[in-house]
Every structure is written in structure tokens, then in C-alpha cells.
């Protein structure tokens, strides 16, 4: 994994050695990497890597490939190999800017829950547009079936895989399903994402118990989750299999989605997009709505529809964009009426 670097050497004299790693965790400009062999190695990042003001940001993730040299007694991260992905979120506060939570990713499993606490459609949903936007395949995965809500699960999940989600019902404490959920992450890098209080970190120790990672639980008096992890936390328990956990969010901004190109993030949309009356239609009230008439058959899912249509609002309120813009119809004969 090493490369000794032809003779070059340090102030001191001594070898300077280079190599290439994985990003396992990034904590305010210091990394983890673990080499082939699995070694997990401290690194700092070169000052003209991180830019002008000095701060890491976006440069160095979770899941890149990172280039390295050791000068001396310290490893220098100085780049990254170009990224074939990468899942993004918008970042907490009142300027609008892009968090890098990993990338190089095969897949997300989101975490969710239908009971303590109760399912949240508008998180889930905003998760799945961004996974969609960033081209990266998603699993839903809801928790806590030792609690019961097997019918609900039932439905959430077939709403779900009418949108080409596959998902799960299973019980991190009682283990069931989970070596169906254990086979589907093997051979794969997968991000795991959740609302608080979904379990994901004891979701994460039933899959794989040598993880020991912090589980948390559901405060009782506000329903919310506690968080348990504090950074983006890469592990590999197994050759070939990768595993990234998450700090439980109790919010999740999109990132590089506008109102207008929303309706793209949702996958069932998509056979129906061009179909409506209207070229700029809102899918809300407008005759010949092919979404609308989609969700109203149950082609799509009614609360993938209903969800899609607050986030949009939510969107325009952000944007500024007007809802309010005149309808202009097709040109051409093909539009559904």
C-alpha cells in the first residue's frame, strides 16, 4: 500500500512515503483513512487543499479515495481521486450551501419507522428525490416491526415500490428480516440515513454486532430522537462490504433540486411528464393533469403525490418562484385529456 518515493525525502532526511486510502471519517479538517489492508491511519489535509478560508468543507468526504505522502511523522492528504457520485444535502442555517455527506456510493438504505417514531413521509420522500436526482438507488427500510403496524408497513412499503423503491420490514431487536437486509448491502458501499429515534445505529449493530456503535432512543417527552452520531462513519466488517453511518437528522434540506425539476426526482412521475394538457403544468388543479389523473387512479402513490406537491410549495416559498405564472398548453396533439 506504501510507495517509497524514489529517495525524495523531508527537511530531516527522511523517507517520504505516498499512497492512496479511503476517507473513513472527517472530523474539522482531520480525516481517518484505512488502507487495503484495513489499517486506519490519522492524516491532516494540505492548507492549499482546503482553500482560502482554511476550512475543509466539501473537498475531502466520506468514501473518497484519497492521495497521501508522509512527511515526517505526519500524513498529508494532498487531493482526491475524481468521484463517480455523491449525496448531497443542503446545509443547516440561513445561507443557502451544499453539504457533501459521502460519496462513491453503491446504494442508501434510509431508515424509517411507522411507530415511536411515527412514520414521516416528507423526510422519507426528500431523501429518496435527493438520491434520485444524484443517481444513486435507494432501500427503505422500516424498523421497529417488533412494535407492530405490519399493516401500515404494508402499505407505506407498497406506496413505496410503486416508486421502484424496494423496502423492508424489519426488527433490529428481535433480528427479523435482517440477513435479508444483511445480503443486500454485501459486495456494496451503502450509506444508511434516518430520521431520529428510527434506531438506525442498533439497526446497524443487528446487521453486524461487532460494530458496537452508540444507539440511542426516542426522548418520551417530545417524541424526538437523541442523537448518537456525530460525523459520517465509514466501516468495513467484512472484505468487499462497506458500511456508512449517519448522525440521526431530524430535518433534511434538498440540495441542486429546484421547484420546476422536482417533479424528475420522483421516478413514478416520469412516464407522465410531458403527457399534461399544459407544458407548464403544476399537476394541482389544471385540466388534463397526467400526474394528478395518475395519482387519482392509484398509479401513483396518493402520498407520494400529496408529499411531492408540499415540498414543491415549500420550494417556491424558498425560491421565490411564482406558482401564479400562466399556463401555456401543448403545442402537440399526443397530451392526455
Known amino acids: 500500500m506504501v510507495n517509497d518515493a524514489g529517495g525524495a525525502g523531508d527537511a530531516g532526511g527522511m523517507a517520504v512515503a505516498s499512497g492512496s486510502a479511503l476517507v473513513v471519517r472527517v472530523d474539522f479538517g482531520a480525516c481517518t483513512l484505512m488502507d ?18 482554511k476550512a475543509l468543507g466539501n473537498t475531502v468526504v466520506v468514501g473518497d479515495l484519497a492521495e497521501w505522502t508522509r ?40 431508515v424509517a419507522t411507522v411507530r415511536d417514531p411515527e412514520f414521516k413521509a416528507g423526510f422519507v420522500d426528500r431523501v429518496l428525490a435527493q438520491a434520485s436526482h444524484q443517481g444513486i ?17 404494508r402499505a407505506v412499503l407498497g406506496d413505496y415500490a410503486r416508486a421502484g423503491c424496494a423496502g423492508l420490514f424489519v426488527s433490529a431487536r428481535e433480528g427479523a428480516e435482517i440477513e435479508h437486509l444483511r445480503h443486500s448491502c454485501r459486495a456494496r458501499r451503502t450509506l444508511f440515513v434516518g430520521h431520529s429515534g428510527v434506531g438506525k ?8 454486532p461487532d460494530l458496537e456503535l452508540r444507539a440511542g ?38 440540495w441542486g433540486i429546484g421547484a420546476r425539476e422536482l417533479d424528475h ?61 400562466p399556463r401555456t398548453p401543448r403545442s402537440h396533439g399526443g397530451a392526455r385529456s
Request: net charge neutral; aromatic share 6%; hydrophobic share 40%.
Open 36 to 53: 487495503e489492508a484495513g489499517e486506519l491511519l490519522d492524516a491532516t489535509v494540505r492548507a492549499r487543499v482546503m482553500g482560502r478560508r
Open 71 to 110: 512527511e515526517g511523522e505526519r500524513i498529508v492528504i494532498g487531493g482526491v481521486a475524481p468521484r463517480r457520485n455523491l449525496f448531497s444535502r443542503r446545509a443547516a442555517g440561513e445561507r443557502a450551501e451544499e453539504q457533501v455527506v459521502a460519496a462513491n456510493l453503491d446504494q442508501i438504505v434510509l
Open 137 to 153: 438507488a435507494a432501500v427503505l427500510v422500516l424498523n421497529k416491526a417488533d412494535l407492530g403496524g405490519g399493516d401500515e408497513a
Open 201 to 208: 445505529s442498533t439497526l446497524l449493530n443487528a446487521l453486524f
Open 217 to 254: 432512543e426516542v426522548n418520551k417527552k417530545t417524541g424526538k430522537g437523541r442523537h448518537t452520531t456525530t460525523a459520517a462513519w465509514l466501516v468495513r466488517p467484512e472484505a468487499g462490504l462497506e458500511l456508512i453511518d449517519t448522525p440521526g437528522v431530524r430535518g433534511f434540506g434538498l
Open 265 to 325: 426526482a420522483y421516478p413514478e412521475f416520469r412516464p407522465f411528464l410531458g403527457e399534461c394538457r399544459f407544458a407548464d403544468c403544476r399537476h394541482v388543479e389544471e385540466p388534463g393533469c397526467a400526474i394528478r389523473g395518475a395519482a387519482t387512479s392509484g398509479t401513483i402513490a396518493m402520498r407520494r403525490f400529496e408529499s411531492f406537491l408540499k415540498l414543491r410549495e415549500e420550494l417556491e416559498a424558498e425560491s421565490g418562484d411564482d406558482p401564479r405564472r
